[in-house]
């Protein structure tokens, strides 16, 4: 329940510092911090757990729930970040490698993404001069490599394949299925589909159907536009983590790591490392 002040901190900021605060600073501040609390100073105890299911579970379909219903979209995009962070926070509450692996790989990609959709958020606001997606519409055909970029971070944080969002939802859905909590795989599910359906909505007023004012829409700067391409750039190939190669050597650092085991035998395989008792 500590989430109320996101929503009214982003609007009240200008891009770059929401794509900052969002894509970087929540994760160095909250994940991290919450990594080194419960891991390094203190035990990661069941209960510590429970409440981590139990608050991601909550915040995944509270946040986007609550996206859903908004038009401002720096308002959207910040209950977006709140469900985002649940899915990081439930799948380190798994209290297994592989949870720990796919929270660490999701935070890298929302880092990437939603980075991307505050640049894009801004970009709008610059060519359009609102936030309200019901002021914009019909940018499209004006602004086609804008409607490029933000297809592509909508898509990665919906969790399409191939890009990034959809291998670190994939992996956060395996790791509860393997600890043994179904009803968790499908909140996860559950919460990609809802955020589809929100990025449609932006997608649909932002850029589809006619235009909702007059005038030619403001240009979006060279550096602007080369910026969000690189991003957009990393959303398609950042799943490369998934891979058998790169998420076994990742889940036995994070079994190490989390039991204090650094003499991990090189054969350990992802699957054998998720295989190890919940109980800290």
């Not at 859905?173 to 179904?182: D, K, T």
Request: proline letters at 6%; one cysteine or more; charged letters at 15%.
């Amino acid at each position: 329940p500590f989430h109320a002040w996101l929503p009214d901190a982003h609007p009240a900021a200008p891009a770059p510092v929401s794509a900052l605060c969002s894509g970087m600073l929540i994760k160095v501040i909250g994940i991290y911090a919450l990594l080194r609390v419960f891991f390094s100073g203190f035990q990661f105890s069941p209960a510590v757990a429970h409440f981590l299911l139990a608050a991601g579970a909550a915040s995944i379909l509270v946040g986007v729930l609550l996206a859903l219903g908004q038009w401002d979209l720096k308002r959207l995009l910040a209950y977006h970040t709140i469900s985002q962070m649940g899915y990081i926070a439930m799948a380190i509450g798994l209290g297994t490698p592989l949870g720990m692996v796919a929270a660490l790989f999701h935070l890298a990609n929302h880092a990437v993404f939603k980075t991307l959709l505050f640049f894009v958020a801004g970009a709008l606001e610059r060519a359009a001069g609102t936030r309200k997606l019901r002021e914009m519409g019909g940018l499209r055909n004006e602004l086609g490599e804008l409607y490029a970029v933000s297809s592509v971070a909508s898509f990665s944080i919906a969790g399409l394949p191939p890009f990034n969002g959809f291998w670190s939802k994939l992996l956060i859905v395996i790791a509860c299925l393997r600890a043994g909590y179904p009803t968790l795989a499908v909140v996860a599910v559950a919460g990609a589909i809802l955020t589809l359906a929100s990025f449609a909505k932006v997608q649909r007023y932002a850029f589809g159907g006619a235009r909702s004012r007059d005038g030619e829409p403001r240009r979006i700067p060279a550096a602007m536009r080369l910026a969000m391409a690189v991003l957009a750039g990393v959303c398609v190939v950042g799943g490369a983590l998934y891979l058998p190669g790169p998420r076994r050597v990742l889940t036995r650092a994070a079994r190490a790591a989390m039991y204090q085991d650094p003499e991990i035998p090189f054969e350990t395989t992802a699957e054998e490392s998720d295989e190890v008792s919940q109980t800290p």
